[in-house]
């Protein structure tokens, strides 16, 4: 017989071809591609073919074993497919497959207990635009005009130049100035947001991260009342044996302006790998609002006086929880997230 009928008698058994078994496909391989089978003799008869045609034959055959090799694999999918349609069909009392219910993200808990406790203590909760302008980011908090935050290093700029470039905030401290536009006094607000600066990403630091920021102003309001409301927090947050000291520190907005640790909650300050072997942890920034805070929006300082904080939600995550990578807040590996199912 003619390679040429031969290749055609091939595609239509193939066509015609019907299983209902998965044998009955692996003869059909055998049948065509084994070792005596129909296509692999005719690749051996190919030797004999003119020099002129084995172009063209060569190509038909190759097509012809590729059509085989789909065939064969087509017929054993929709064999699969009819073998789980029907099991499926048998048996509709078979139980679900159990669904993996999602969890709150490590960071939302610590969001919400950080305001609840401070709901606790009259606080009430402001928020504010992440694509901010110059003037409520550092202008209206005292930054001097060549301080390196207004640098395209450490911020980033949305609609840089002007007098009051766009960019995306660095800290809530603009949802401050904002409260202080538009808020009749006394103040007493807390700030959650994203904050964003040009940094590296690493264990410690990443480009994007939370922050709440807290503010009271009033007549009357003391250092005291400031170490008495961390304090509380720190207490409400690590535990009732939570110990806090104060180290002093530099912010363009607050003066005096302090650093806060916490004793630390694993080892209890006898010294660990977490805490560094100095038995405190460092978790917010703090301070008296500047006068020229005050005045810059609108306060008077001769009657006013106030205290701000601000902290990194990652980093009290990161104590609460032992977290040694702050990436893996980004990632959403489920693997991390999973561990905080039941907390909440
Ligand atoms: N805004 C500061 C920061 O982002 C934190 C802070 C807030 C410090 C209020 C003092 C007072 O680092």
Redesign the pocket.
């Known amino acids: 017989m003619a390679i040429n009928d031969k290749i055609e008698q091939i595609m239509s058994t193939l066509n015609e071809f019907k299983a209902t078994k998965e044998q009955d496909i692996e003869e059909l391989r055998v049948k065509m591609l084994g070792k005596k089978g129909e296509v692999t003799q005719l690749f051996d008869e190919f030797r004999n073919v003119l020099p002129e045609q084995k172009k063209e034959f060569g190509q038909r055959l190759n097509a012809l074993k590729n059509a085989v090799q789909e065939r064969i694999d087509s017929l054993r999918e929709s064999l699969a497919d009819s073998a789980a349609g029907s099991a499926s069909s048998f048996d509709l009392t078979k139980p679900g497959d159990k669904m993996d219910l999602g969890a709150r993200h490590p960071i939302s808990i610590t969001r919400e207990e950080i305001i609840s406790i401070f709901k606790k203590f009259g606080y009430s909760v402001a928020e504010g635009p992440e694509i901010e302008d110059d003037w409520h980011v550092f202008g209206a908090l005292n930054f001097p005009p060549e301080h390196p935050a207004r640098d395209m290093q450490d911020t980033f700029f949305v609609c840089p130049g002007g007098d009051n470039p766009v960019l995306l905030r660095t800290?809530t401290?603009s949802v401050q100035v904002r409260t202080m536009e538009k808020m009749p006094l006394p103040i007493r607000v807390i700030c959650p947001g994203r904050v964003f600066r040009n940094e590296a990403i690493s264990a410690r630091a990443h480009c994007i991260f939370h922050?709440v920021?807290g503010l009271y102003i009033d007549k009357n309001v003391s250092f005291a009342d400031l170490k008495q409301a961390i304090l509380l927090f720190a207490q409400e947050m690590f535990g009732p044996e939570t110990k806090i000291r104060l180290r002093p520190s530099y912010?363009p907005?607050?003066e005096p302006?302090a650093e806060v640790d916490v004793s630390c909650n694993i080892c209890h300050g006898k010294g660990c790998n977490i805490c560094k072997g100095t038995g405190w942890l460092e978790i917010l920034?703090?301070?008296m609002v500047d006068p020229n805070v005050l005045e810059a929006n609108g306060i008077d300082s001769k009657e006013y006086t106030g205290f701000?904080?601000?902290m990194g939600i990652e980093r009290i995550a990161m104590l609460k929880w032992q977290v040694k990578d702050l990436r893996h807040y980004f990632e959403n590996d489920v693997r991390f997230l999973k561990e905080f199912e039941t907390v909440i």
């Open positions: 800290h401290s922050q920021e912010f907005f607050t302006s920034g703090c301070g701000a904080f601000g």
